[in-house]
Structure formats: C-alpha cells, structure tokens
C-alpha cells in the first residue's frame, strides 16, 4: 500500500494486491484519502483482517474525528472494493489526531486483546494521548486519557522490566532543530501498574474481599480494569522515570538526539527502536545520537542492565527497575557511522540474534543502507514467533476467475505473546511482546515478534497466542514449546471448544480408531494362525535320538 501528499492537507492511498508468486498486480485500487495524520492497521470487527483507523478527508472537510476504513474486500466483485468509510464503535470523546503520531494497536489491559494507543493534539499544539480498551462486539470505549510531557517524540512500546505487561518508552526535548536533532532530551519510560504473576503457583490470586492481586501462570490473559499509566512527577511515583541523554551517553555529554528523519517531507518521526539485543529477556535501546560541533549522527546501543550505582536510569543509591549502559566494545562499526538517518533491529542473517540495519543519508559516501551483524555470544535463548491471519475463513480461496488456492496468511498488527518461563535458579518470569503495534511513519518493525528468554534450562512452561477474534477465547496456550524455534501460528487452523469444525474432528478420530483397531485385529489373527501352525508342525515332529 502506498501514499501519496496530494495536497497540503490530504494524503492520498493506493493499494497494489499481491500475486501468489510474488509480485504485485498492475493495475492498483483507490482507497479513500484520510488526512495527514496517517492511518493504523486495525481489526475493527474481529474477522482478522486488516481494516484502517484514522480521519478520513473528504472535499476538504473533515468527516468527524475518527474513521474506519472498513475491509469489505471481496475478489468476486467487479470492479473489486476493498473498503467502505463507516464511523468505528468507539465510545467516548474522540479527540483530533496528532500529526505525526505515534498511534498503536497492542494489549495494554493484560488480556492479550489488542487495544488502541492514540496521541492527540489540540489547536494549540499540546499533545495527549487516549487508551481505547477493547470490548469485542461491544466496541472500544475509553479507559484513560491525559497530557503528554512537553517536547514528547515518537513513543515505543515493550516489557521494559519483564513483567509481564506492556510499557512506554519515549523521548522528549526542550526543542527540536529544523535539522531534526533535539535538544535537552530525556528519555522517558512509563511503567504499566498492572496485576503481577503471582509469586508461586501456590500464592492465593484472590484476597478475602474477593479482589484479584496477582495472575496465575495460567492465567496470564486476565483483564485487569485498574492498568493504569502514571506521569506524575514525584519520588512517590516510581513507575515514571526521566533519565537525561547526558546520563546514558557519558562519553559525549553534548551529544543531542536525531528525532525526525528530515530527509522525507513531511519529515518522518524517529521513536526509539526496542529490542532484546542480548537474549535475556530485556529490551534495548536503538537511538541516534548527533553532535552538534560536526553535526554527525552515530548510531548507539544500550544494554538494559539489573540496576546499580552510576548506571542511566537508576537513583543515586543504584536503585530502580532497570538501567541502561552504552554498548563500547564490540560497537565499532556503528560508531564509524556518522551519517545515519535511520536505525531498526532486523534478525538479518536468522541465526537467532537481532541485527542491525542503518539508514545513511549518503554523506560519508559508502552507501544509504548498512547492515551491522550481531556476532556477540549468549548462553541465552529466544523466540521467533508469527501470527498469520489467513486469507479465508474456510481454509480455501476463490479468485475472480474460479481457480482456488490454500491461503497461507500474512502477519497483521494486533497479535499478542505472553509467557513465563523458569531461569536457571527456578525462579518464574513472564513476559509479554507485541506483533507490528506500529506500522505508519516508516516504523520498520518486523512482521514477526522475537524476544529473548534469558539462560534457561526448561521448556517455555505457557505461550499464550492473542487475536483479534471476536470470540468467547480469543487466545490459545501453547505449552512446552522448545527454546530457540520459529514458531508459526496459523489462527484460521485453530479449533474452538464449540467451532464448526469439531464434528468433523470428532468423527475423523473415531474412524482412525476403528481403523488402527481393524488393523491390530488382522495382525492379531495372523499372529494367532502363525501359532497354531506351528504347534502342529511340533506335534508331528519325530524325536530319532528317542527311538
């Protein structure tokens, strides 16, 4: 799908289909223009397939605040339509999109259904944001709102501490270069206050009251209403940290932030990339850093770290949640960049470790695209795990033109993992991790999600798989599935206690059994045959040495 700024205030959007082998379709589908605050994939309707989330334009008016871009796609039609313009079942006061934004679709509540993040922005330029749970058939209502710190940038969203819920990461400058290099940066990471796993299978999940405290490891998607992110400064609030850059970069104490790409006009927004770097189980941060005396931008690595003394992102007494130490050694080949515009985390060469991708602008003349091969050595393992979507409800598609084909699936943005698994010393941890939360602006995530496990010696005791699905069970538990594998989940396959396919199944089993018991029967009488054919071969049988 491209886009296109056709006016100061439109964005223009052309779809191209993809063939079966590859390629894409000459002749390209019109999709309705929506303003320039850009579109979010979405599952609006629970089908699992990829609807759109925006404002759409129309003759120069704005048609409301929000718009979804409905998939009605159907092959058959002609001309074919993939979307109609409809207003989303959200309940609550919609407010004006923010332009750049940093829209997402991920769990935010814990119950591995995906919910919608959005940031707004008022007339005078003052940026909020706007959590919308999902509610399935009953739509999206709004659960939380509030004012974003002044100076927000592009905000990212991951485990930040590994406890199972989904934070915030983001930086915000004081002001911002017409060059796109901020100024007076911090990084802000906001800590989601949810329900934690309960410390042992064992622990009571329910107090006297009849209150939820904690999640059972087998009930890691429990909805948990009272989530909450708190931006309240203050020593009281410890789910809110500001680390200056200066804290995380002390060799270069100068250095300011890339935050917009400003190669691209509109420029495009640069969030801080995530990502576990070093497998255990922790993501790290991927962000430019320029130096304002020769104006180059290096790339730069931080490790998270347990929290100590001196490390960015923990007090003075080395205490807090995580911290974050600048990767030197081994760092050299994104040090030697000083022409970056772009950075991503990519497993490049699928070996099972994160690799990086950086874009150049060119003025160091050695190409725009540089590919940094992670050959650090971990005793870790990770995860490479996919959610597709599949192409039609009952596992075979229809072309225009007859001819069927077995859908295979894309992966599409509103997936959700869970896990816990038991490190060396036994100790259980869970997790959680996100499929494509964020695709406008050029976001570069990869279709697929991979996390790090940490040193473990065990299977990964629950993998919980969230969709979009509007269904009584919207997940699946996969247990003891084996470290360092690609795991594929194809949800159309998948069976639900009281599906339409269990009658078949029922009956597939039954006739397998019959026959596995019509085969033991026959090997049974040949057996018995065999037996009797040779006791009177022995009964017949002439004992010589007896005469």
Request: charged share 20%; proline share 6%.
């Amino acid at each position: 799908m491209s886009s296109n700024r056709a006016s100061s205030d439109r964005l223009d959007m052309t779809l191209y289909t993809g063939n079966h082998d590859g390629t894409f379709a000459s002749d390209s589908i019109s999709v309705p223009s929506s303003t320039l605050s850009e579109p979010i994939p979405v599952d609006i309707d629970g089908d699992m397939q990829i609807d759109l989330l925006g404002t759409a334009y129309s003759q120069g008016t704005y048609t409301g605040p929000f718009t979804a871009w409905r998939n009605t796609w159907n092959a058959s039609q002609s001309p074919p339509k993939l979307f109609e313009l409809m207003d989303p079942p959200f309940t609550g006061n919609q407010c004006t999109l923010a332009n750049p934004h940093s829209n997402a679709v991920i769990d935010l509540n814990g119950d591995c259904l995906a919910d919608i993040f959005l940031v707004c922005q008022d007339s005078s330029g003052k940026k909020s944001y706007q959590i919308w749970v999902n509610n399935k058939d009953s739509g999206f209502s709004l659960d939380q709102s509030g004012d974003l710190p002044s100076g927000t940038q592009g905000i990212s969203f991951a485990d930040v501490d590994r406890d199972g819920t989904i934070d915030m990461v983001f930086p915000s400058c004081s002001s911002v270069s017409s060059a796109g290099v901020g100024s007076g940066c911090f990084i802000n990471i906001v800590y989601n206050k949810q329900l934690p796993l309960c410390t042992s299978p064992t622990s009571p999940a329910i107090d006297r009251q009849g209150n939820r405290t904690c999640r059972r490891p087998e009930e890691l998607c429990t909805a948990d209403p009272n989530f909450k992110f708190d931006m309240s400064t203050g020593s009281e609030n410890d789910a809110y940290i500001q680390i200056p850059l200066s804290d995380l970069l002390p060799s270069s104490p100068a250095s300011s932030l890339l935050v917009l790409d400003t190669t691209y006009t509109p420029s495009i927004p640069l969030p801080i990339k995530l990502g576990d770097a070093n497998l255990d189980g922790f993501p790290d941060l991927l962000l430019i850093a320029s130096n304002p005396s020769d104006q180059s931008r290096t790339p730069k690595l931080l490790f998270s770290e347990p929290c100590a003394k001196g490390l960015g992102g923990c007090d003075e007494k080395g205490n807090g949640r995580r911290g974050f130490e600048l990767v030197t050694k081994g760092a050299e080949p994104l040090e030697a960049v000083r022409d970056a515009r772009g950075v991503s985390f990519l497993d490049v060469d699928e070996d099972g470790t994160l690799d990086i991708i950086v874009q150049r602008d060119g003025r160091q003349k050695q190409g725009t695209v540089l590919f940094v091969q992670n050959n650090f050595y971990y005793d870790a393992f990770f995860l490479n795990a996919i959610v597709l979507n599949g192409a039609c409800n009952n596992g075979l598609c229809t072309e225009s033109n007859g001819s069927t084909y077995s859908p295979f699936g894309v992966s599409y943005s509103g997936a959700s993992y869970k896990y816990t698994v038991l490190d060396t010393s036994g100790r259980r941890t869970a997790a959680q991790v996100g499929q494509l939360p964020q695709t406008s602006y050029h976001s570069l995530l990869t279709p697929y999600s991979f996390f790090g496990l940490g040193r473990t010696n065990n299977y990964i005791e629950n993998l919980f798989v969230g969709s979009t699905k509007h269904t009584q069970k919207h997940f699946i538990n996969m247990e003891g599935v084996i470290p360092n594998s690609r795991v594929v989940i194809h949800l159309a396959l998948a069976v639900p206690p009281a599906g339409a396919w269990v009658p078949w199944v029922t009956l597939t089993v039954v006739a397998a059994t019959f026959i596995l018991a019509g085969i033991v029967f026959v090997l049974h009488l040949n057996e018995k045959r065999e037996d009797e054919l040779e006791r009177r071969r022995a009964s017949h049988h002439i004992n010589f040495d007896a005469l």
